[in-house]
Nanobody
Framework: QVRIVESGGGFVQPGGSLTLSCVVS????????MGWYRQAAGSQRELLAT???????YYEDSVWGRSTISRDNAKNTVNLLLNSLKPEDSGTYYC????????????WGQGTQVTVSS
């Protein structure tokens, strides 16, 4: 059974930075592209960034230029560094497989809450 645990969220002032982490258990993630998602209050979950199995990153416009996604396959972890945070970055952040026509598992973590406010 796949289990995903996200951490690293918190309260931060605009312009600040956070590093979000997730650890996946129950499967090795090395062959999968992974991603970070955000769900703001009252909104659908949106993709922010992905990283291929080989380590190639992709960023959506919403975080392009101010985020870095990384992975450590040995530790089964995926991180997301967010810089220059804005109030609109507030929400619950989730880590999971990147969008796929063949989802490798059916599980989401609880997410980690990020609040950006002065």
């Amino acid at each position: 059974q796949v289990r995903i645990v996200e951490s690293g969220g918190g309260f931060v002032q605009p312009g600040g930075s956070l590093t979000l982490s997730c650890v996946v258990s129950g499967t090795a993630i090395d062959i999968y592209a992974m991603g970070w998602y955000r769900q703001a209050a009252g909104s659908q979950r949106e993709l922010l960034a992905t990283i291929s199995s080989g380590g190639s990153p992709y960023y959506e416009d919403s975080v392009w230029g101010r985020s870095t996604i990384s992975r450590d396959n040995a530790k089964n972890t995926v991180n997301l560094l967010l810089n220059s945070l804005k109030p609109e970055d507030s929400g619950t952040y989730y880590c999971n497989y990147a969008p796929s026509d063949s989802p490798p598992w059916d599980a989401w973590g609880q997410g980690t809450q990020v609040t950006v406010s002065s």
